[in-house]
Structures are given as structure tokens and as C-alpha cells.
């Protein structure tokens, strides 16, 4: 079974960078479509991005496009999340998982892990 692990979270100020790495365990990893999700403190859970296996197509939330990037390596096994020109409003915990399809109405597959904090301060 496919195991994600996310990292690379941190404390940066706004407008500054930071990228996010969801690796995986499991012989599996091309042949699934991988998303992020974030949540905020007190609010749902949304989508952010998500990637197809060959890393072809690609969606975004409106509010993260042309600051936020989704790439994959299906050789390392693990899909990245560079993300510009951070905003306050990103601050959230960032999440992976397999997901439905790459589109913004994509929905999860796997259990939530840990995910990783992003706190981007003003």
C-alpha cells in the first residue's frame, strides 16, 4: 500500500518561498494522481494542487496559480510543491495523497497523514 510522507514546512516571511515534498513508499507511485490539500486553523480543508501521473496535466486553485508549482519525479518517488510569493493567508497544514483525478473538484483517496506546517508571517 502507497504511503505519502510530507515535508518541508517552515516559518518564512510573506513573499518569501519554501518547497513542499510528499515522498512515497510503495512500488506504486507513477500510476496514481497526487494532490495537495491545506487547512487552515478553524477552517475546512481545501484543495491546492494536484498532478497526473505523467505529470501532463495539472490544476490549481484559483488563489495559489501562478505562484504555486506542482512537479513530480517518479523516479524519487515523490512529487514537489514549490510555492512563491507566499501570503499570510497561505499559512495552513499542507497535505498529499492520492486523489480522484487533477482537477480542482478532485477528492481524496488515502487517509490524512501529519502533514506539513507552513506559517508565513506579515
Known amino acids: 500500500q502507497e504511503r505519502l510522507v510530507e515535508s518541508g514546512g517552515g516559518l518564512v516571511q510573506a513573499g518569501g518561498s519554501l518547497r513542499l515534498s510528499c515522498a512515497a513508499s510503495?512500488?506504486?507511485?507513477?500510476?496514481?494522481?497526487i494532490g495537495w490539500f491545506r487547512q487552515a486553523a478553524g477552517k475546512e480543508r481545501e484543495f491546492v494542487a494536484a498532478i497526473s501521473r505523467s505529470g501532463t496535466n495539472i490544476g490549481y486553485t484559483d488563489s495559489v496559480k501562478g505562484r504555486f508549482a506542482i512537479s513530480r519525479d517518479n523516479v524519487k518517488n515523490t512529487v514537489y510543491l514549490q510555492m512563491n510569493s507566499l501570503k499570510p493567508e497561505d499559512t495552513a497544514n499542507y497535505y498529499c495523497?492520492?486523489?480522484?483525478?487533477?482537477?480542482?473538484?478532485?477528492?481524496?483517496?488515502?487517509?490524512w497523514g501529519q502533514g506539513t506546517l507552513v506559517t508565513v508571517s506579515s
Open positions: 495523497t492520492r486523489t480522484t483525478d487533477w482537477t480542482r473538484s478532485a477528492r481524496a483517496l488515502d487517509a
Open positions: 510503495g512500488r506504486s507511485f507513477s500510476t496514481f494522481t
